[in-house]
C-alpha cells in the first residue's frame, strides 16, 4: 500500500491527480482542499493554505486518519498554488502578493516539514513533489509574484533536498514543472488585460491552437514518473523533458 497526499484538490490539476491516484486500490489517498468535499476519496480536509496557522490542525487530522498504517512508498504532492495578482510590479496589490508567497513558498514548506516528521517511521520510501512552473525560470511580465514565489519554491526544495540527503536519506524532495495544462488558473490568466498582462494573447493562442494539455493526461503523467521512481532527490524537473 502506497500513501499519497495531494494539496490543491478543488479543481485542475489537483482534482485530476486525487482521481489519478484513486483509481488504483493500492493508493491510500488523502486530500487537502478549501472546498470540504473536494477529491474523489473519502478522506479529504479542509484547508486553505494560505492560512499558515491553519496548516498543522489540518495536518494533524491528515495523522490521525493515517493511524500507524505501514506503506512501501509515502508520496507529498504540493500542488495547491495561485497565480493572482496579475500586473505591473507597481500596480499588484501588497495583500494579494503576501498571500502568493504563503500560498506558493511558504505552506509547501511548512507541510514538508510536517510530512517528513510524520512519515520517518510509516515508509521506506518518501517523496515530496513541489508542483512548480516554467515561469519560475523566465520572467514574464505581468508576473513578479507567481515567478518570484515559484522561483523561491525551486530553491527552497533545493535546500531541503541538500539538507534531506544528509539527515533522511529515505526522504527525497524534488519539484516538477508540469507544462502548460488546461486548468481553470489558466482560464483566468487569459482573462486579464494586455496591460496587466503583456503576454496574455500567447496564452490566449496555447488555447485557441490546442497547445494546452488535459489535466488528467499531465496527472497521469506525474504518477508515472512517481511510480518509475524517475523524480529524484534535488531535481528541479520539467515533465516536458522527462516524457518526451
Known amino acids: 500500500m502506497n500513501l499519497a497526499i495531494v494539496t490543491g484538490t478543488t479543481k485542475g490539476l489537483g482534482a485530476a491527480l486525487a482521481d489519478v491516484l484513486v483509481a488504483d486500490a493500492n493508493n491510500f489517498v488523502v486530500t487537502l482542499s478549501r472546498a470540504p468535499t473536494a477529491g474523489t476519496g473519502p478522506f479529504n480536509f ?8 491553519a496548516i498543522a490542525p489540518a495536518f ?22 495561485v497565480a493572482s495578482p496579475v500586473g505591473g510590479f507597481d500596480q499588484i496589490d501588497a495583500a494579494a502578493t503576501g498571500r502568493n508567497l504563503i500560498v506558493n513558498v511558504a505552506a509547501p514548506m511548512v507541510l514538508t516539514r510536517l510530512f517528513a516528521l510524520a512519515t520517518r517511521q510509516l515508509a ?22 507567481y515567478c518570484a514565489s515559484k522561483a523561491a519554491l525551486e530553491m527552497a526544495t533545493r535546500v531541503a533536498a541538500i539538507e534531506a540527503a544528509s539527515n533522511d536519506p529515505t526522504l527525497a524532495i524534488c519539484s516538477l514543472a508540469p507544462g502548460v495544462v488546461d486548468t481553470p488558473m489558466q482560464t483566468l490568466i487569459r482573462s486579464a488585460s494586455e496591460t496587466e498582462f503583456p503576454d496574455v494573447a500567447r496564452f490566449r493562442a496555447m488555447k485557441a491552437d490546442g497547445v494546452l494539455r488535459d489535466a488528467h493526461d499531465v496527472a497521469r503523467d506525474i504518477v508515472n514518473l512517481i511510480e518509475a521512481n524517475r523524480l529524484t532527490n534535488g531535481g528541479n524537473f520539467d515533465i516536458r523533458e522527462l516524457t518526451q
Open 46 to 53: 479542509n484547508l486553505d493554505v494560505g492560512d499558515l496557522d
Open 124 to 145: 521506506a520510501r518518501r517523496l515530496v513533489v513541489n508542483i512548480s512552473s516554467g515561469a519560475a525560470k523566465r520572467a514574464v511580465a505581468g508576473w513578479s509574484a
Open 60 to 81: 494533524a487530522l491528515v495523522v490521525a486518519c493515517i493511524g500507524q498504517q505501514r506503506f512501501d512508498r509515502a508520496v507529498l504532492i504540493n500542488n495547491a498554488g
